[in-house]
């Protein structure tokens, strides 16, 4: 982060480090992180904070009237148990 920093001018806000994860956090401004997710210690980077709901909500799915075939059992429509 010192070589960031010294490029960039800038400083990150917070940062955690998990030394047995090998891994830190951080909040710093856009050019700070751009600098830094190119260096050749970072492997991975994950966002952990999204500004919009990233949730993709699930369709709805029909049975088919029919099996699709014989072999495939599994998708016939559920029998109601009464």
């Known amino acids: 982060m010192r070589r960031v920093e010294e ?6 806000g917070e940062y955690t480090v998990f030394d047995n994860l090998g ?26 904070y999204q500004e919009e709901d990233v949730f993709i909500a699930p369709k709805r799915v029909a049975w088919p009237a029919e099996p699709l075939h014989s072999r495939h059992r599994a998708m016939t429509r559920p029998q109601a148990r009464h």
């Open 7 to 12: 490029q960039t001018g800038e400083q990150p």
């Open 23 to 48: 891994a830190f956090a951080l909040t710093a401004p856009a050019e700070f992180v751009d600098r830094l997710l190119v260096q050749p210690e970072i492997a991975t980077a994950t966002a952990n």
